[in-house]
């Protein structure tokens, strides 16, 4: 199992940017499908993005066009650029890795995926 670690979280005002980052380590990560979901108190975990150990590329619609996913195979490490965040945007924010040979899940289900990151606090104020 591959073993992830976040950070780059903290807090701007609404309209600001951040980019948080995940760093795996303990296996091959090119064989891991990599996700960031995020957890609003009161709320239920939910998918940002995902991409594929070829680097293809999904958003869940509520964050479309203002996040942009990314991986480097070479340092093994998963980015996600967060733009003009919203309050609604405020969260712990989770890198999740899932093996990619044999995936047959739903690529936005927590349940798809088995490792996890500590999470990292976003807040975003108005």
């Known amino acids: 199992q591959v073993q992830l670690v976040d950070s780059g979280g903290g807090s701007v005002q609404a309209g600001g940017s951040l980019r948080l980052s995940c760093a795996a380590s303990?296996?091959?990560?090119?064989?891991?499908?990599m996700a960031w979901f995020r957890q609003a108190p009161g709320k239920e975990r939910e998918a940002v993005a995902i991409?594929?150990?070829?680097?293809?590329?999904q958003y869940t619609p509520s964050m479309k066009g203002r996040v942009t996913i990314s991986r480097d195979n070479a340092r093994n490490t998963l980015d996600l650029q967060m733009n003009s965040l919203k309050p609604e945007d405020t969260a712990m924010y989770y890198c999740?890795?899932?093996?990619?040979?044999?995936?047959?899940?739903?690529?936005?289900?927590?349940?798809?995926?088995?490792?996890w990151g500590q999470g990292t606090q976003v807040t975003v104020s108005s």
């Open positions: 991409i594929t150990p070829y680097a293809t590329q």
């Open positions: 999740a890795a899932a093996p990619w040979r044999g995936f047959g899940g739903s690529l936005f289900a927590q349940s798809s995926y088995t490792s």
């Open positions: 303990g296996d091959t990560y090119t064989d891991y499908l």
